[in-house]
């Protein structure tokens, strides 16, 4: 089925000539990547591609990104140029309302729309879906629609940068569900081809500014566990953010720190915004994050989720989710 759903699409690369490209809101680097891994691909191809996002990208990405395609979304300069665009192709999200601002310009526009994604419940709102749930990353989906399109030369060392990019950090470094041995053989095709996996590892994860580390060692000051251990949680509120001079993609990834506890299965970072509250979940197993996500607006993967709300306090927040995460570790307690 996705081979037919890759097929249907290739067509719109060569008929048409101009592309806009986005992600979700917060981008990360499974949405850059793959955004930055299409538009070169386009653009060899002499095609006009913009990216335009809601949010710029972090500086941690900046690297992928060296000619500054990549463009945050200004709806007086950019709304003619998403109506009059020939192909609108959103990726990693599949839900407009992820796209923040553009969310109108996007719905309104009468572009041909493509989803490339690889998560839950996609939304009706797009004319052809290159959608797979089981799929490691977006990043190894555009790998499938370009290989799929063009012999694998046609992958220049800068695409596979992006797309290594794109896979090691929605797998968590090669860690996750769906990492087998046919995700390893494309990681391994994207090496032959030019991403330097050292090099990679290094803009992303070794780039840490002091206040990140400092914010760090005051978040994981503030672990907590519930449900006799099995549910651990960690919180960052506004002054926190303040003291260290960090902001909310600082916190990326934090949740790796409740989750390597020995015996808990499920974690939470508690995240005060301005306006609200942000959470993020991770589960192992059959622990289903994203059904609590979706309880406060959320949604996600099943073991990496989220939801965030506006004009709630950080405390009774909290509180809620926690009381209500018990009913999804039911079947971890009765296993002890
Ligand atoms: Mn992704």
Redesign the pocket.
Same mark, same amino acid.
């Given at each position: 089925m996705l081979n037919s759903a890759i097929k249907a699409i290739l067509p719109l690369f060569t008929e048409h000539n101009r592309f806009v490209l986005s992600t979700h809101v917060n981008p $990360?680097g499974? !949405?850059l990547g793959s955004e930055i891994a299409l538009a070169e691909w386009l653009q060899s191809k002499g095609k006009e591609v913009h990216i335009l996002n809601h949010d710029a990208p972090p500086a941690l990405y900046l690297f992928l990104d060296p000619h500054k395609v990549i463009q945050q979304y200004v709806h007086a300069d950019h709304a003619d140029m998403i109506a009059g665009t020939d192909v609108l192709v959103v990726l $990693?999200t599949n839900h407009p309302g992820r796209l923040g601002s553009m969310e109108p310009a996007v719905t309104a526009s009468r572009a041909v729309k493509v989803c490339i $994604?690889?998560?839950l419940d996609p939304a009706s709102f797009a004319d052809h879906y290159v959608v797979d749930q089981e799929a490691s990353?977006? !990043?190894e989906l555009v790998y499938r629609i370009l290989t799929e399109a063009d012999p694998p030369e046609a992958i220049s060392p800068a695409i596979a940068r992006a797309l290594y990019c794109?896979i090691m950090t929605?797998t968590g470094s090669f860690r996750y569900s769906h990492v087998d041995p046919e995700l390893h053989s494309i990681v391994g095709d994207l090496i032959a081809r030019g991403a330097d996996p050292g090099n990679i590892y290094r803009e992303i994860y070794e780039q840490w500014s002091p206040g990140r580390i400092r914010l760090l060692g005051e978040t994981l000051a503030t672990l907590d566990l519930a449900y006799q251990g099995l549910l651990a949680h960690i919180t960052i509120d506004q002054a926190m953010l303040r003291r260290t001079g960090t902001v909310e993609s600082d916190t990326d990834n934090f949740t790796i720190y409740p989750m390597s506890i020995q015996g808990v299965e499920a974690g939470i970072l508690f995240l005060e915004l301005n306006d609200g509250v942000k959470m993020s979940l991770r589960s192992r197993a059959e622990i289903p994050m994203n059904e609590l996500a979706k309880e406060f607006g959320g949604g996600g993967h099943r073991n990496a989720a989220g939801a965030r709300m506006q004009n709630v306090g950080l405390e009774s927040f909290k509180r809620d989710v926690l009381r209500a995460a018990g009913k999804y570790l039911q079947h971890e307690q009765r296993k002890q």
């Open positions: $990360d499974d !949405g $990693d $994604d690889h998560h990353s977006t !990043g794109a929605d």
